[in-house]
């Protein structure tokens, strides 16, 4: 940092370091930022450590707005704006960026701005987050502010952005309750009319933006950036911030980045630390020396140069991106190909806030076996430049950078750095693509990736394949070339003959063993084939069109995805109910106010925008921080625990476990099958052994992982299929029976049998399970828990600690998110706490990370179902015997009502006179699985569709008309459970659905459509 003028930091003069290059002597100690308007100078060491994140540091200062949801840069529920002021390009920009993985070191010289900087609700709020208040954008309201600082990003950037914009901005935000559309709905509001939310909305609709309008932007007055780090008062020098165990280097040359590297070998480098703050948190890593090499010129470069170009390490992902586009829309066709390709992993790679400040050159030299961009680079001839702590350069190919099939492996030297890469322009009828496929299009990992390329030319009997390039990711412990097919394919010509010929070569250069890391072996063999196909066809679309069978042409076409639009339709009728002057009711409507019918925005709405909503961790705590010891093994009995090491660290004050409880140690949402801490056995990994208490978070943490336990491990149980196997079960078998399902199938025509697998979800709520407690006077507990069952929790917690229940109250003002995984669930941590808390006389809190919670809080049952079912020749169902098996986890928990819920359903909506649906409970060594919204009912209807379009396929004919057919009568039926359905009407909704709906002519037309593309599918259901 370089404060403005008089401050005490002078530059010094420069020392020479190895290799003849300047190191230099003079870097500042001090951190020089603004945070909402506000100064900040700050000494490392006593104002901050060096490893401290962004949000780490602002949370200490009261700045609660920016939450903590995953700690990795994943959810974006940590987003806020870092303005700095750009030199190549002449003015601030604006970033949006996760504030969880973002060291406060990289803030020097840059205006952070939080939630609470740009509005609140008694001074007034900003129009993002007036619009989405007013738009119904939050429910839960936990993810809400970093939508809005997404989008104020944007808009500082780009007041009338596009549709498109809007979108691709928010695409490292999740939201887990409230939806995407209304907060889409809220935030195209600052479109131009002719692609914003006005543009698709028709007669009625409310608040449209009009033609001509001015969107809300427009004359916003903001927050200025400050003049003190603008150009002639701030100028970014170099930094040295020194702390107890690691020390920040920014140098601002390529010499004082060598000398640094020559100094310190083993430092890491780092620019946007999206990699090296996952080590940090999950695998512990710890490094004494960082060196951060955002204000390295040289490494930052980003140009085009003679035949291609020339990225330097340290240059953003935004920054290629934006370039990228700018050559693909200026340059010749052909020249751009490889660029294209690069677009589109890039498209795909991370979300915004990661994009911003992540680097191509840690992508490259982190070596990810499952890297979105190394394949392409590898496939389109990049070349990437080294250079020694001596200045001295080579150049090496980047198929030959990665050491092949070794697991983050690579040629660069411990005395090199990366300096950069360059992608060389395309030829005429040379071709190029990258392909990705992730559980899902945005921000998300790969399965499986590839960069594709093929240069052709015109032989005497035709195109001639003179070279390939083929390299994958996600097939091997490296991203690696398909070196036999690419040799294959030279000087072959390009036709279905060759395709098919290079199919049956592919697969000797991706073995994939079938115990390979990551699973899904099939899967993974089955694309890398399919986008080799994709892109051959591809190829010879645009080479040898008169080749392709029309048919073939949809499996050429790239992933696009139209911006999206949603309608709610409703009335708002404001009906109430009310009594005249002698208490007869009267029924309106009324135009009433917040009426039943009316649209009426969350009473917190304001609150979530602003970040002025108040969770669990947000709280002020004067207390300690806890942390689990939880068990690392499956099943295991449990010989010693060891916290000695733990205790030794300063600032830790107790260890605690099922000793320390002096109430009852076991507990259970129905049965008592769960203790608050281990005794002698641990039954499912993450199970509560002990709890650390210390003054920070991070410290607990630390010391809970010094905690020795030493275990004997036994033989767990995972799997519903294990469980059978071993007859393991909680509880006795459930069966409803109604008619003689066994008589009528063992005389029937027609039977089908079958199984269906149904996985488990997580929760994902964005705020983890929390909770604090707080001793009293004479042996009083508060206890503040993010649950959705504050009476279990103070019976609970009372038990656990022997005091009277009516001397623990439990408080819940709101929470993160929860559907179901906080209605049990939430109970051991905050009994736990409470021991914790009873022991101490401090009040203990703990919010769980994001990997402990998943590992511990079980999720949504998996189900296996086994069914045997009856019909008659027109799909008439007559009979059924249905086995449901749920894996319950390791404890009861909810897991029998979860189980009764989905035999309940497992009809759905259809009439089988002859129906016996046996369930039982599985008991596996895996966290106890829970409550989760349908709460068994989906499990069971998922079931009863399974059987019924196994049906509708054995018969050749329509799932729907099965479905139809089998619905229950309007009037007179009963259900196998003996409910009788009065007033049923679901053959009448089925009918307008199917009317209204235009359903046969729909089908008509997908049967078309699907008829005229052999690779690309519709597809068209009614249910």
């Given at each position: 940092m ?12 420069p020392a020479t ?13 001090r ?41 990795e ?9 870092a ?6 390009q002449?003015k ?18 840059h205006?952070?701005?939080?939630v609470?900087?740009?509005g ?11 619009e ?17 600082m997404?989008?104020y ?6 007041a009338?952005?596009?549709a ?23 935030f ?12 698709n909305k ?27 780090l ?15 165990g ?24 780092v620019?946007?630390?999206s ?21 390295v ?13 020339t ?18 829309a ?8 490889a660029?294209?390709?690069?677009l ?8 915004t806030p990661i994009r911003?400040?992540a ?5 490259v ?14 496939a ?6 080294l ?17 092949e ?10 005395d ?5 890469i360059?992608?060389?322009e395309?030829?005429?009828m ?8 992730s ?24 195109i ?19 070196r036999?097919?690419e ?17 049956e ?6 073995p994939l063993d079938?115990t ?11 694309m ?14 645009e080479?040898?069109p008169?080749?392709?069978?029309p ?41 009433v106010?917040?009426?039943?019918g ?19 961790d ?14 690392s ?8 625990v060891?916290?000695a090491p ?6 830790v ?7 320390d ?16 801490f ?5 039954y ?9 208490v ?14 020795n336990?030493?275990y004997?491990?036994?033989?767990a ?10 007859d393991s079960?909680?509880?006795?078998a ?15 025509k ?12 997580e ?7 929390a ?26 917690v ?7 229940k009516?001397?623990?109250v439990?408080?819940v ?8 995984g906080k ?7 905050s ?33 296996l ?5 009856a ?13 449901l098996?749920s ?12 189980l009764?819920?989905?035999?309940f ?8 006179p002859n ?7 599985c008991?596996?060594?895996l ?33 729907e008309e ?10 007179g ?6 409910q009788?359905?009065?007033d ?11 009317k209204?709906s235009?359903f ?12 005229a ?11």
């Amino acid at each position: 940092m370089a404060p403005p003028a008089g401050a005490p930091e002078g530059a010094g003069a420069p020392a020479t370091g190895k290799g003849g290059f300047v190191a230099v002597s003079s870097a500042s100690s001090r951190l020089y930022f603004f945070v909402n308007g506000k100064e900040y100078n700050l000494t490392p060491g006593k104002d901050f450590m060096p490893e401290t994140t962004l949000l780490t540091w602002l949370r200490a200062k009261g700045l609660t707005g920016t939450k903590l949801g995953c700690g990795e840069g994943g959810c974006g529920a940590c987003t806020l704006s870092a303005s700095s002021y750009d030199e190549m390009q002449d003015k601030v920009v604006h970033r949006a960026v996760n504030a969880c993985i973002t060291p406060v070191c990289a803030m020097d010289g840059h205006h952070v701005v939080t939630v609470e900087g740009i509005g609140s609700v008694k001074k007034g709020m900003h129009p993002v987050q007036q619009e989405l208040s007013d738009r119904h954008g939050s429910q839960c309201g936990f993810c809400t502010p970093g939508f809005v600082m997404s989008m104020y990003s944007l808009l500082r950037n780009n007041a009338t952005p596009s549709a498109a914009e809007v979108e691709h901005s928010i695409d490292g935000n999740l939201c887990r309750c409230t939806g995407y559309r209304p907060i889409l709905d809220a935030f195209k509001t600052f479109c131009p009319a002719s692609e914003g939310e006005g543009a698709n909305k028709g007669k009625g609709c409310c608040k449209s933006v009009k033609e001509g309008e001015v969107p809300p932007y427009a004359s916003v007055p903001e927050i200025a950036f400050p003049t003190q780090l603008l150009p002639g008062a701030f100028k970014s020098a170099a930094l040295r911030l020194e702390g107890d165990g690691c020390t920040w280097h920014r140098p601002t040359d390529l010499a004082g980045c060598l000398a640094l590297k020559a100094s310190h070998p083993q430092a890491k480098i780092v620019v946007g630390n999206s990699e090296l703050e996952i080590e940090r948190k999950f695998r512990n890593s710890t490094w004494e020396q960082l060196i951060c090499t955002t204000h390295v010129p040289e490494l930052n470069t980003l140009k085009t140069v003679s035949g291609g170009l020339t990225i330097g390490a340290s240059t953003t992902l935004t920054r290629i991106m934006h370039t990228l586009e700018d050559l693909v829309a200026n340059q010749p066709v052909h020249t751009t190909q490889a660029y294209k390709a690069l677009l589109a992993q890039l498209k795909w790679f991370a979300g915004t806030p990661i994009r911003n400040v992540a680097a191509i050159g840690g992508n490259v030299a982190n070596a990810s076996p499952i890297s979105d961009l190394n394949p392409v680079l590898m496939a389109c001839k990049a070349i990437f430049t080294l250079v020694k702590v001596d200045g001295t350069t080579r150049d090496i190919a980047a198929k030959e950078f990665f050491k092949e099939r070794m697991y983050r492996q690579t040629h660069l030297a411990p005395d090199e750095l990366m300096l950069s890469i360059f992608v060389p322009e395309t030829r005429p009828m040379e071709y190029a693509n990258g392909f990705k496929a992730s559980r899902r299009r945005d921000d998300d990992i790969a399965i499986v990736t590839c960069g594709m390329r093929m240069a052709l030319e015109k032989g005497p009997s035709g195109i001639v394949i003179t070279d390939a390039g083929l390299a994958f990711g996600g097939m091997a412990a490296s991203s690696v070339n398909a070196r036999k097919t690419e040799a294959f394919l030279a000087g072959k010509p390009l036709s279905h003959d060759t395709l098919k010929a290079a199919l049956e070569v592919l697969p000797d250069d991706l073995p994939l063993d079938a115990t390979a890391p990551g699973g899904m072996i099939e899967y993974r063999r089955t694309m890398s084939a399919s986008f080799f196909f994709k892109f051959f066809l591809s190829v010879m679309k645009e080479a040898t069109p008169e080749l392709m069978d029309p048919a073939d042409i949809s499996a050429t076409l790239d992933y696009k995805r139209p911006v999206s639009e949603g309608l709610q339709h409703y009335k708002e009728t404001g009906t109430k109910i009310i009594t005249d002057p002698s208490g007869q009711a009267i029924t309106g409507p009324f135009d009433v106010e917040n009426g039943v019918g009316k649209a009426t925005k969350h009473m917190a709405g304001d609150l979530h925008v602003t970040g002025e909503a108040m969770y669990l961790d947000d709280m002020p705590n004067t207390g300690y921080y806890g942390a689990f010891v939880g068990s690392s093994k499956s099943r295991a009995r449990i010989l010693s625990v060891d916290p000695a090491p733990a205790l030794a660290l300063e600032g830790v004050h107790g260890y605690f476990d099922h000793k320390d409880v002096e109430g009852k140690n076991a507990w259970g949402a129905i049965i008592f099958d769960e203790e608050v801490f281990a005794t002698t056995d641990v039954y499912t990994t993450g199970q509560p052994i002990g709890m650390i208490v210390a003054d920070s978070h991070a410290l607990a943490r630390k010391a809970a992982a010094l905690v020795n336990v030493e275990y004997e491990v036994m033989d767990a149980i995972l799997t519903i299929e294990d469980a059978i196997k071993a007859d393991s079960y909680i509880g006795e078998a459930a069966v409803i029976q109604n008619g003689d399902a066994a008589g009528v199938l063992a005389s029937a025509k027609n039977v089908i049998e079958g199984e269906l697998r149904i996985g488990g979800q997580e929760h994902f709520y964005l705020e983890t399970q929390a909770s604090m407690v707080v001793p009293g006077e004479n042996d009083e507990f508060t206890v503040y828990s993010s649950t959705q069952n504050p009476t279990k929790t103070s019976n609970f917690v009372a038990a656990a600690i022997g005091v009277p229940k009516n001397k623990v109250v439990c408080k819940v003002k709101r929470m993160g998110g929860a559907f179901g995984g906080k209605e049990t669930r939430s109970v051991f941590v905050s009994m736990s706490l409470a021991v914790a808390a009873q022991k101490t006389g401090k009040s203990v809190r703990l919010m769980l990370d994001r990997d402990t919670d998943m590992c511990t809080a079980g999720q949504r049952h998996p189900f296996l179902l086994k069914y045997k079912v009856a019909y008659d020749d027109d799909g008439l169902l007559l009979a059924a015997d249905l086995c449901l098996f749920s894996n319950g986890g390791f404890s009861m928990d909810l897991s029998r009502p979860v189980l009764d819920r989905a035999m309940f359903h497992v009809d759905n909506a259809y009439s089988i006179p002859n129906l016996r649906v046996t369930g039982r409970v599985c008991r596996t060594n895996l966290p106890s699985n829970t409550a989760f919204r349908g709460f068994g009912g989906p499990q069971g209807i998922v079931s009863a569709e399974m059987y019924v379009e196994h049906v509708a396929r054995a018969l050749g004919k329509p799932a729907e008309e099965i479905r139809e057919k089998n619905l229950y009568a309007s009037r007179g039926a009963v259900t196998h459970y003996r409910q009788e359905l009065v007033d049923c009407h679901l053959r009448e909704m089925w009918a307008e659905v199917k009317k209204t709906s235009d359903f046969a002519t729909r089908r008509v037309a997908v049967d078309a459509f699907n008829s005229a593309n052999r690779w690309k599918k519709r597809g068209l259901a009614m249910m």
